[in-house]
């Protein structure tokens, strides 16, 4: 990990909460740092002894926030270590959450949504260049701090790789966050047996409804194999995490199932995992 973070993202999306989190884990915060700033102070973050410092970098910067690719791409140059954090959140998320607050968006064109689109607009090219992206639309503090510290924390390593398998419902939309995604819908599905239609993938009888099934077996084996392969390579390429997402219709049973095999598997093989399952009230 780079002793330099830079943390970004849309507004209202949690920057606030990640930066009490990483403060937590002993991070130099500065906010709202020009970014005509930022190559000055990546000199004396590599004559500094500390090796933990965040940057928070984003719109509020006005018309000095123009310069952020070019200073970017000059860090580039001169090889520079640095990582891109980006925190995002779906529209509705955020128009939410503006008007619980009642604050003013930092756009403040007046339509809350419409500041929003063009916030995500500007901010599409530096989305691309993030070294991490989370999606907080579905994330309470707790979670995203969790997140965070598992990310960040002392205990990880470069070599460490922390992987969260999430099911999900494509009615409810895919996950903006998945490195990897899954359709599962192809699966036998329990919401056709009415025993089992209120249930969800966390019970025993939903999880042997659709493991009983030969393709169930056949798919386990091939997706296994895949995402053992894939995994080492990741870490070779220096991804601190890794986000599989698998989804079913609604996000109830198949892929909350499949989710519960695969995280238990990937322990099994020694590695860091987390198990969300977004669209059930359980989560």
């Not at 798919?219 to 601190?240: R, S, T, W």
């Amino acid at each position: 990990m780079s002793n330099l973070l830079i943390v970004t993202g849309l507004s209202g999306a949690g920057k606030t909460t990640a930066v009490r989190s990483l403060e937590d884990l002993g991070f130099f915060v500065v906010d709202n740092l020009p970014p005509t700033l930022i190559p000055k102070f990546a000199e004396l973050c590599e004559q500094s002894t500390m090796n933990k410092i965040a940057l928070v970098v984003d719109i509020r910067g006005g018309e000095f926030f123009d310069n952020v690719f070019d200073v970017l791409r000059d860090l580039d140059n001169k090889n520079a270590a640095y990582e891109i954090l980006f925190l995002e959140a779906s529209n509705e998320t955020l128009v939410r959450r503006y008007k619980a607050s009642r604050r003013r968006h930092p756009l403040s064109g007046g339509e809350i949504l419409e500041d929003i689109k063009e916030e995500r607009t500007l901010l599409s090219e530096l989305r691309g260049r993030a070294n991490k992206i989370i999606d907080t639309s579905n994330l309470t503090e707790k979670q995203l701090k969790t997140e965070i510290n598992s990310i960040y924390g002392e205990s990880r390593s470069d070599e460490d790789l922390f992987i969260t398998v999430m099911s999900f419902g494509y009615k409810h939309g895919i996950p903006l966050d998945a490195d990897l995604v899954m359709d599962v819908r192809f699966l036998p599905n329990p919401y056709y047996i009415p025993e089992l239609r209120p249930l969800t993938g966390n019970d025993p009888k939903v999880q042997q409804h659709v493991c009983s099934s030969e393709i169930t077996s056949e798919f386990q084996d091939k997706y296994a194999k895949m995402v053992e392969f894939l995994i080492p390579h990741y870490i070779k390429e220096g991804k601190a995490t890794l986000m599989i997402a698998i989804g079913c219709t609604g996000g109830m049973h198949r892929s909350v199932t499949l989710a519960n095999w695969l995280g238990s598997l990937l322990r099994e093989k020694g590695y860091k995992v987390a198990v969300r399952h977004r669209d059930i009230k359980e989560n």
